[in-house]
């Protein structure tokens, strides 16, 4: 995901003064990859701050949450309902709220409050594997809006319904026969990059 | 060597990395630093094969999470792993690299010029930086034989063999080296063609508090060419 925020954003285009970055964090393994994108995105040099407000008990998830307190980048204790508040702090949000694996968990707070909010937001939207609040088959109408889209290992068959202006598949990890066994049909990664525009 | 050991104590202790975390970018950084330095089209055999020696701790893995990078790279690694710790961490690994269709030798090329005819390149994942003292069997034989072939080999944080300090003048003397978090004192006796910088996870403070001054990796790329 940073790689491709860097391809999508890069530094010196971004509009605000500081590179500015907020990930909003669901409760699950989608959330989890947002804290991983955040750490890499601080070493990028970009200013990542987090949303986390349900924490995973899981072990390997708090200590994502530790290396991203230990490397400086700030946890917001509470997202602004108020749009222009984003809109004018950070740059871009990444959403890594709900994945694939969500079962209605947009119904559920916190993660009802953030979409509503992220809705209205004008700056731009990377969504991770899925729009978060979209159906993973038949997609969203009246949901979120991203403009960039990175499918991870695969695009869901909601990314038929993504109309944003970039989609990135980040599965280059894949072993061949997972590959040839679910018929991915991947496109080739160019060099040694981990993600390929659509 | 004792600095490295600390940096490596404080992202596990305090910075909570795991081994696994950091392992699978180092090894990512070895794989990249070599696609760039040998791409797949500079090989003189007709495929782009490498053999990946990897030894019995953390830079053994290291050479197995490059071996498997290399092979989505396009390359055709093969691995010669003698002597393997029964942790999940490296069963795991090599579990990863089995699945992937990248063999594994059941004994070391005997002779050099064995090895010069099948392979493109060598990778030393033999020793790292917690190397102290004399060499054991097998690795001693093995190494010997790899100061004799011509083709190019590149190491893994320190050519093994060589004191973590002082370096070794008539030891191994590969063509690479991809040096992990920040290179070793043993760098300065480097005289191959690539040096390269791998291992971009150091948060900021933890790069002050040691004085790394490590120059600025280029955009979002995991490795620096220094040489």
Redesign the interface.
């Known amino acids: 995901c940073?790689?491709l925020l860097?391809?999508a954003f890069p530094l010196p285009s971004l509009p605000r003064k500081q590179p500015t970055v907020l990930v909003v964090c669901g409760p699950a393994q989608n959330g989890a990859i947002g804290l991983v994108c955040a750490r890499h995105l601080?070493?990028?040099d970009y200013e990542p701050t987090i949303f986390y407000p349900k924490r995973s008990p899981d072990p390997?998830y708090?200590?994502f949450t530790?290396?991203c307190e230990?490397?400086?980048i700030p946890f917001l204790s509470y997202l602004p309902t108020e749009v222009q508040l984003i809109n004018d702090a950070y740059n871009a949000v990444v959403d890594a709220v709900l994945g694939a694996e969500a079962e209605a968990g947009e119904g559920r707070e916190p993660c009802a409050t953030i979409l509503a909010t992220l809705k209205h937001v004008r700056i731009p939207i990377v969504s991770l594997d899925v729009p978060s609040g979209w159906d993973v088959e038949a997609g969203s109408s009246g949901g979120i809006s991203p403009d960039v889209l990175v499918s991870l290992s695969a695009p869901k068959r909601c990314a038929r319904r993504f109309l944003g202006r970039q989609h990135f598949v980040a599965g280059?990890?894949l072993?061949?026969?997972v590959q040839k066994k679910f018929e991915l049909n991947p496109p080739e990664y160019p060099?040694?990059e981990c993600v390929v525009a659509l | 060597q004792e600095e490295a050991q600390a940096i490596d104590q404080e992202l596990f202790t305090e910075y909570k990395f795991s081994v696994d975390q950091l392992m699978e970018l180092a090894g990512l950084s070895c794989a990249t630093a070599i696609a760039k330095a040998y791409p797949p089209s500079s090989f003189t055999t007709s495929q782009p094969t490498v053999l990946v020696v990897c030894g019995p701790g953390n830079n053994g893995g290291d050479g197995l999470v490059c071996a498997r990078h290399l092979k989505m790279f396009g390359y055709e690694p093969t691995v010669y792993y003698p002597k393997r710790p029964s942790k999940p961490l490296f069963e795991g690994l090599t579990t990863q690299c089995q699945k992937m269709d990248i063999p594994f030798l059941p004994e070391f090329p005997t002779e050099a010029a064995l090895i010069d005819e099948l392979y493109g390149l060598v990778v030393d994942a033999i020793f790292g930086f917690s190397f102290k003292g004399a060499v054991r069997e097998p690795f001693g034989s093995i190494l010997s034989t790899l100061e004799r072939i011509t083709a190019p080999i590149a190491s893994i944080d320190i050519p093994s063999g060589w004191d973590v300090e002082k370096g070794k003048a008539d030891g191994l003397q590969p063509d690479m080296l991809i040096s992990l978090t920040a290179p070793k004192k043993a760098a300065m006796h480097f005289t191959g063609r690539y040096h390269f910088l791998g291992g971009r996870f150091v948060p900021p403070a933890l790069q002050q508090k040691y004085a790394l001054n490590l120059p600025p990796y280029p955009e979002t790329d995991c490795v620096l060419q220094l040489t």
């Open positions: 940073p790689h860097s391809q601080r070493i990028f390997l708090r200590d530790t290396q230990k490397m400086d280059r990890f072993p061949y026969d060099g040694t």
